[in-house]
């Protein structure tokens, strides 16, 4: 299983272009953690020389990335080839008033409606949590409607984990058979829970066990049209 073919040392550690030396260090971390062969989740999927070739691919990424002088080359390499938008380079945007030699302002309050649309979107939260909290599971749509209501969009998602829209779609649709291998799913779970600002492990365990109670194939089937 080549599972990191083709990729390039950000995709390798599941981080975007833009990402800081922290950000780099935390996924060179959750990397290893993955495929040391200790690792419970995926101890079985590769053979011992596979999970040498996987740790040394991993290795190199975060040698490079955490080096200044080599990344700003490597960076250079990807927008050469064309594999990189030279602006997926750019540093994210700092709101902070003193970064930018401004007074530093207090926030202006809130106008009512906007406290309303809040203190309902927290609300709805929160039932769909008791919900997933008391069957265990999570479906996609239960993910769409977490992300609606923190008022986050799909595109928003991609810039910040990488991962395409057309597979953060598949995962909102339940459209499991054109997911990638579980080990990326529940690495590509994590970090979608993390943007929503939701527990992690109650989303990855949640939507893993909604996918293999087949009750998306009975929904499927509930909403079949008849002459269909």
Do not use: W
Request: glycine share 4%; proline share 5%; net charge negative.
């Amino acid at each position: 299983m080549k599972a990191f073919e083709g990729k390039n040392f950000y995709e390798i550690l599941n981080l975007p272009p833009n990402a800081d030396l922290a950000d780099i260090k935390q996924a060179y971390a959750e990397a290893i953690e993955m495929y040391d062969e200790e690792s419970l989740s995926t101890y079985s999927l590769f053979t011992d020389e596979q999970r040498k070739k996987l740790l040394q691919d991993i290795d190199e990424a975060f040698q490079t990335l955490s080096n200044a002088d080599k990344r700003a080359e490597y960076n250079q390499m990807l927008i050469s080839s064309g594999q990189v938008e030279a602006a997926m380079f750019s540093p994210q945007p700092q709101d902070s008033a003193q970064e930018r030699g401004e007074e530093e302002l207090s926030p202006e309050p809130e106008e009512p409606a906007e406290q309303i649309e809040q203190l309902s979107n927290e609300e709805k939260i929160r039932k769909i949590l008791d919900t997933i909290t008391e069957k265990g599971l999570v479906s996609g749509e239960d993910l769409r409607q977490l992300r609606e209501a923190r008022g986050i969009e799909i595109p928003e998602i991609f810039e910040k984990t990488r991962i395409s829209k057309t597979t953060l779609g598949r995962i909102e649709e339940n459209q499991y058979e054109d997911l990638p291998a579980e080990i990326f799913l529940k690495a590509f779970l994590k970090s979608y829970a993390e943007i929503i600002q939701i527990d992690p492990k109650c989303i990855v365990d949640g939507y893993l066990k909604y996918m293999a109670s087949g009750l998306h194939e009975k929904s499927y089937i509930l909403n079949i049209k008849p002459g269909k």
